[in-house]
């Protein structure tokens, strides 16, 4: 019987370290006598697609006259061994392009969620369900293992690249030793303890995350209401009271909506928005409390429209640096640039302008 290539695919979004997997896999494959090739069609930006890295490994390159192979440029469905997802919507995403299959392909996914465009700009929830999502994986993949490791490399401070070769490693489904996957990270001479450190959480949460087969989400958080003793203006306890006056779950709402619009204006804004939540309360149908939280969502996202000014004040908040800084771990004596990219349209400045300006 002849020999075949391992066909590997990689989804990962920007920042990542999809190319550094991908180029670790090649490394491991070329330092044990194997041919490797890379390639990769990029995603897009903002969240509406992954890049996809493609690697293939044909035994025999240490071999006496070996002839070179001719490897494939591309994934295609139905023809894939590995599958490794650098999130849980990119692993869907494989599936419904057919690259897992159940008699075949071994899938490796986070579990954690970053929403898609389409998720975020939703007028209500439009999160796609995780544990859905889960499941329709488990079906499609001949093994499936999953489990949270942007928590994983966050926890030791590397990226999910290196817990996602850990787990690759620790599945068991490529024929190379441990010793021989920690070595290619030696190789790269970039990062190597954090790396290494990852690798090894990745391994081990790998064999576990099988072992358990555990699904992906927590319960849905209770609602909590507010401790009004530690709000000191009385104006502001008294729009708590009064959201927090409505059942559940349109108090959790409402309370969310006084929170984002003192936030966007000032308390009167707030009070305004109860105002016209407690004339759709009054209007008929109003008692429904699914309709009512749901009309307290649409109007608090209304009345906190995103317009440039709105942009602005949020770019510019302390707050935003600080997580900045946070996110890229920057040391106290380094210095972060942030390069913004803001394009408004012809309506967008009319919006900004005074109302008769405007129109």
């Known amino acids: 019987m002849s020999p075949k290539p391992i066909k590997i695919a990689i989804l990962a979004m920007g920042g990542e370290g999809g190319g550094v997997l991908a180029d670790w896999i090649v490394d491991l494959g070329e330092s044990n006598g194997y041919f490797a090739q890379t390639t990769s069609v990029p995603g897009v930006a903002q969240r509406t697609g992954a890049t996809i890295y493609y690697v293939e490994l044909f035994p025999g390159a240490g071999q006496p006259g070996a002839r070179t192979p001719v490897l494939a440029l591309m994934p295609m469905p139905g023809d894939v061994d590995v599958v490794l997802a650098s999130e849980l ?17 071994t899938l490796l996914s986070s579990t954690h969620r970053v929403y898609s465009i389409g998720e975020r700009t939703a007028m209500g929830d439009g999160r796609v369900d995780s544990d859905a999502l889960i499941e329709h994986a488990r079906k499609a993949a001949k093994r499936f293992v999953s489990f949270d490791m942007a928590e994983s490399a966050e926890r030791v401070g590397s990226v999910i690249s290196a817990v996602l070769f850990g787990s690759l490693c ?4 490529l024929p190379f030793s441990r010793a021989q996957f920690e070595a290619t990270i030696e190789r790269g001479g970039v990062g ?14 790998a064999r576990q995350a099988e072992a358990a087969a555990p699904g992906a989400s927590a319960e849905a958080a209770q609602f909590k209401p507010v401790q009004l003793a530690a709000i000191a203006d009385q104006q502001v306890v ?3 009271q009064q959201a927090q006056a409505y059942p559940d779950p349109v108090a959790a709402i409402a309370l969310e909506g006084v929170r984002r619009l003192i936030d966007y204006q000032d308390p009167d804004y707030a009070a305004l928005y109860l105002q016209r939540l407690a004339a759709l309360a009054t209007a008929p149908g ?16 209304w009345m906190s429209y995103e317009d440039t000014i709105r942009v602005a004040d949020i770019k510019t908040r302390s707050s935003r640096f600080n997580r900045v800084r946070s996110d890229v771990r920057a040391k106290e004596e380094q210095l972060v640039d942030i390069n913004e ?12 302008l005074p109302a008769g300006l405007g129109r």
Not at 286 to 295: F, R
Request: net charge negative.
């Open 238 to 240: 008294r729009l708590v």
């Open 170 to 173: 620790g599945t068991g489904v």
């Open 341 to 352: 990219f803001m394009h408004p349209r012809l309506e967008e400045i009319c919006e900004t």
């Open 89 to 105: 919507m990119e692993a869907g995403r494989a599936v419904q392009r057919g690259l897992v299959t159940p008699d075949r392909t």
């Open 286 to 301: 109003g008692q429904d409390t699914e309709l009512l939280a749901e009309s307290a969502r649409y109007l608090a996202l």
């Open 192 to 205: 190597v303890k954090p790396s290494l450190k990852a690798f090894a959480v990745g391994h081990d949460q």
